[in-house]
């Protein structure tokens, strides 16, 4: 029976994260060592518009007619097809399973649909250009954060370390040296939406403060990418510390990961900050020599897990 099997990597945001949904540069890398995956397999004898989908880590098992049209998975497979009516799609079955933890700022919604209209587009023969795909999943993207900047689904969709702004080309980062960053989950769940709604409530609050965080992080963005392309990495140490005072300040820190940012600097990271939409998920720590050191420290001080993960280009 014919299948059709496409993966998209997990991310992390490297820096200006929020401040990328005004308007400012950020940049973010993939995590290759975590993937979504999608397969679809042809269902012979089936009838047309006959689509089971089946999603063992949400438990969700349901033919595809019962999910709501803005359902992001219903929606990825109406964007794959080019059309809402699915009635006249050969039957087929879709698993799809993925290694990102969900609510982490790791990018697990923009690679499980990435990977589904991936996959479901080929079962349909359409053979989809990678911006087309960023494309699609940027707007499955919307029904889920509501207005999220497009960065997630440029990083998984093209799975290369990337400096993103609105309105601008997507330029790939040529990284001169390679670096080492661990990923640490602080355990709690942090939903983009509500760290994206919790920031506008701020801006519409203070417009002058978070613009002036705003523009301070979209610096420290455009830094960053000349260290990253023709500097010493070590250098993005003080950028990382400084770009987490913003992001303190723009309210997505939580004691928890201020406490993983404190302890990996204690043990000998270079710089800490969170990465993502905040309010939970991930820290990420910039190593040299002392991973093992900084990784225990991070595991004592409440990390669930910590992720080692190279940044090349
Ligand atoms: C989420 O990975 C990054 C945010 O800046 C939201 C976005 O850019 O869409 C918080």
């Known amino acids: 029976m014919p299948a059709f099997t496409a993966s998209a990597p997990g991310k992390i945001i490297l820096f200006g994260e929020h401040a990328v949904v005004y308007g400012q540069p950020a940049l973010a890398a993939?995590?290759?060592?975590?993937?979504?995956?999608?397969?679809?397999?042809?269902?012979?004898?089936?009838?047309?518009?006959?689509?089971?989908?089946?999603?063992?880590?949400?438990?969700?098992?349901?033919?595809?007619?019962?999910?709501?049209?803005?359902?992001?998975?219903?929606?990825s497979l109406a964007a794959a097809a080019g059309t809402q009516?699915?009635?006249?799609?050969?039957?087929?079955?879709?698993?799809?399973?993925?290694?990102?933890?969900?609510?982490?700022?790791?990018?697990?919604?923009?690679?499980?649909?990435?990977?589904?209209?991936?996959?479901?587009?080929?079962?349909?023969?359409r053979r989809l250009p990678d911006q087309e795909v960023s494309d699609l999943a940027f707007e499955i993207e919307k029904i889920q954060h509501g207005s999220p900047s497009g960065i997630d689904n440029s990083v998984v969709v093209f799975r290369k370390p990337v400096y993103f702004q609105q309105g601008k080309p997507l330029e790939f980062l040529a990284i001169k040296e390679p670096f080492e960053i661990l990923v640490a989950d602080s355990g709690i769940p942090g939903s983009t939406r509500a760290a994206v709604d919790a920031v506008r409530q701020r801006w519409l609050a203070?417009?002058?403060?978070?613009?002036?965080?705003?523009?301070?992080?979209?610096?420290?963005?455009?830094?960053?990418?000349?260290?990253?392309?023709?500097?010493?990495?070590?250098?993005?140490?003080?950028?990382?510390?400084?770009?987490?005072?913003c992001l303190r300040e723009l309210g997505v820190s939580t004691p928890e990961l201020d406490r993983l940012a404190e302890s990996a600097l204690e043990a000998g990271a270079l710089g800490a900050k969170l990465s993502g939409g905040g309010l939970g998920g991930n820290l990420i720590a910039l190593c040299d020599t002392a991973a093992p050191r900084i990784e225990g420290a991070l595991l004592r001080a409440g990390a669930q897990s910590v992720l080692p993960t190279t940044i090349r280009g």
């Open 206 to 245: 203070n417009q002058e403060e978070c613009e002036g965080l705003f523009n301070r992080i979209g610096e420290i963005s455009g830094t960053a990418r000349e260290v990253i392309t023709s500097g010493d990495p070590r250098e993005l140490g003080p950028l990382m510390n400084e770009n987490q005072v």
């Open 85 to 125: 009516d699915l009635s006249r799609i050969p039957a087929c079955r879709i698993l799809i399973t993925s290694t990102i933890p969900v609510s982490s700022g790791l990018g697990s919604s923009a690679a499980v649909s990435a990977a589904l209209i991936r996959a479901f587009a080929a079962f349909l023969g």
């Open 30 to 75: 993939p995590v290759t060592a975590l993937e979504a995956r999608a397969v679809v397999s042809a269902q012979m004898g089936g009838s047309s518009g006959e689509i089971w989908i089946e999603a063992p880590d949400i438990e969700l098992t349901a033919p595809v007619s019962e999910l709501a049209p803005e359902h992001p998975l219903r929606a």
